[in-house]
């Protein structure tokens, strides 16, 4: 199915995220095209009892897994603290690339292309799907990397960096916010001094000269540590530290 801007002036429509179709409490979507309805639907408007999404008139909720979907659905949409929305009947029609930037911006992102450079702000969600891209200065707001993207992170002070699929980043001087790194990412980490950064599943990391903040690596991440002089670095689960 080919998704054009007439599509989207004619059918119901919203923006979520999965985790490659499986969502909240291990629920598993059928696959894209297929019409499902939600097994514990209910009508009040609250989070919980629906499939959840944002749209053009309701959003700001951001994104929670690694696989952006565009999603068409039958009836009613119930608002949710005027950030997101929840149906009862809906169907995957595109994901990541294949989903109009149109799509994506009317519902408050703004997409990032090779080549250019960002600074994140409070109340800002930037997308970033491929090419290179520089992230610096970001105070505030929300900054998702994915696909095949190759990012450059510098002076975070503040808001999230979220690094997800085959995404490769280098993070440097940050000093405050959060920066998490998840699936097959492979991330250069230095000169931590504040804030918060993760690093998830099959991701490998080399983090070097942390003298503050914290650092912590889980799943099956590989981590080469070296030059740690302050800071919290710590590894879980099946996660490989190789200190130098």
């Given at each position: 199915m080919?998704i054009?801007?007439?599509?989207?002036e004619?059918h119901?429509?919203?923006?979520?995220?999965?985790?490659?179709?499986?969502?909240?409490?291990?629920?598993?979507w059928k696959?894209?095209?297929?019409?499902?309805?939600?097994?514990?639907w209910?009508?009040e408007?609250e989070?919980g009892?629906?499939?959840?999404?944002?749209t053009?008139e309701?959003h700001?909720?951001?994104?929670?897994?690694n696989r952006?979907?565009?999603?068409?659905?039958?009836g009613?949409a119930?608002?949710i603290n005027g950030?997101k929305?929840k149906?009862?009947?809906?169907?995957?029609?595109?994901?990541g690339?294949?989903?109009?930037?149109?799509?994506l911006t009317?519902?408050?992102y703004s997409?990032?292309h090779?080549g250019?450079?960002?600074p994140?702000k409070n109340?800002?969600?930037?997308l970033?799907?491929?090419g290179?891209v520089?992230?610096s200065?970001?105070t505030?707001g929300y900054?998702?990397?994915?696909g095949?993207?190759v990012?450059?992170?510098?002076?975070?002070?503040?808001?999230?960096?979220?690094c997800?699929?085959?995404?490769v980043n280098?993070?440097?001087?940050q000093?405050g916010g959060?920066?998490?790194c998840?699936?097959?990412t492979?991330?250069t980490?230095s000169n931590?001094t504040?804030?918060?950064?993760r690093c998830?599943g099959?991701?490998?990391?080399?983090?070097?000269?942390?003298t503050?903040?914290?650092?912590?690596?889980?799943g099956?991440?590989v981590n080469t540590?070296s030059?740690?002089?302050?800071g919290?670095?710590?590894?879980?689960?099946?996660?490989?530290?190789?200190?130098?």
């Open positions: 080919k054009t801007e007439k599509w989207l004619t119901k429509w919203m923006i979520r995220s999965s985790d490659n179709g499986i969502s909240y409490c291990d629920f598993k696959g894209i095209g297929k019409w499902q309805d939600c097994p514990d209910n009508t408007p989070c009892g629906g499939f959840h999404g944002e053009p309701f700001g909720f951001g994104i929670q897994y952006l979907e565009l999603v068409e659905y039958k009613n119930i608002p950030d929305v149906v009862r009947e809906a169907r995957i029609v595109a994901v690339v294949n989903i109009p930037e149109l799509a009317q519902c408050g997409i990032a090779d250019d450079t960002i994140p109340n800002e969600f930037w970033i799907f491929s290179h520089t992230i200065n970001q505030g900054c998702w990397c994915s095949n993207s990012n450059t992170i510098s002076n975070q002070t503040g808001g999230y960096c979220g997800y699929g085959n995404s280098t993070i440097t001087n000093t959060t920066c998490r998840y699936g097959n492979v991330n980490i931590q504040g804030g918060t950064c998830y099959n991701s490998v990391n080399t983090i070097t000269n942390q503050g903040g914290t650092c912590w690596c889980y099956n991440t540590i030059n740690q002089t302050g919290t670095c710590r590894c879980y689960g099946n996660s490989k530290r190789i200190d130098k």
